[in-house]
């Protein structure tokens, strides 16, 4: 079965700081990949997303993922993270039916 | 710039009551989708539809239904409410089948269950 698992539940930085979240997902076959945010009192939108190709995807607001085939894995980063990102990010798995498999989240706090 | 509707944002209810959660696409997609968001649970998929009248069964189906009369509009039933429907339901839409569609989010609901 298909499962998304995202390491960190909470996680505390300061500004400037860099971010990296980590996500690992459980899929036999061709993995599209996601990464979610919500910001407080805000629908929930696509970061940035992979599908084939280049594996390092350039999303919004600076934000970055890696897919590593071999380690399942499909880490969000952010050299300098900003007041403003403070909100919480989600994994996500599609399967070939367009279904969404999401993690349990991440809650970022980014302090002044 | 596609929007997805839903038809509350904070909704009280007693147990044993039915609930209808209501939710609209403006972009023509064909799937939408029903889930409930809880704190350390992600998303969960209740409910998601391929095309008016189709439904299928998500990953916790148990104590919902939905409804898809028309193409823009996908509802979901909660028949007899309980206080562990207590919850954050998330509408979403993608434009049709297929793994590479971003499913687009409504603001969500908070359903309190009494």
């Known amino acids: 079965a298909q499962s998304v698992s995202q390491h960190n539940h909470h996680v505390i930085l300061s500004e400037a700081a860099s971010l990296e979240l980590g996500c690992n997902y459980s899929?036999?076959?061709?993995?599209?990949l996601f990464w979610y945010v919500q910001y407080p009192g805000q629908h929930l939108q696509l970061l940035l997303k992979?599908?084939?190709?280049?594996?390092l995807v350039k999303g919004i607001k600076g934000f970055e993922a890696e897919f590593i085939k071999s380690k399942f894995s499909f880490n969000l980063r952010k050299p300098s993270v900003q007041w403003s990102d403070t909100a919480e990010y989600f994994c996500?798995?599609?399967?070939?039916?367009?279904?969404?498999?999401f993690g349990q989240g991440t809650t970022l706090q980014v302090k002044p | 710039d596609v929007k997805v509707t839903q038809s509350s944002r904070y909704l009280v209810k007693r147990t044993g009551e039915k609930v209808f959660l209501e939710c609209v696409q403006d972009m023509d997609h064909e799937n939408m989708f029903w889930y409930r968001q809880d704190p350390g649970l992600g998303l969960r998929l209740i409910y998601f539809s391929y095309d008016v009248k189709m439904k299928e069964k998500g990953d916790i189906p148990e104590g919902y239904s939905v409804s898809r009369e028309k193409k823009e509009r996908f509802s979901l039933i909660l028949e007899s409410a309980s206080t562990n429907q207590t919850s954050m339901y998330l509408c979403a839409s993608s434009e049709r089948q297929g793994a590479g569609n971003e499913q687009y989010f409504g603001p969500g609901t908070r359903l309190t269950v009494t």
């Open positions: 899929y036999g076959g061709t993995v599209n």
């Open positions: 992979y599908f084939s190709g280049d594996p």
């Open positions: 996500a798995v599609s399967s070939n039916t367009g279904k969404l498999i």
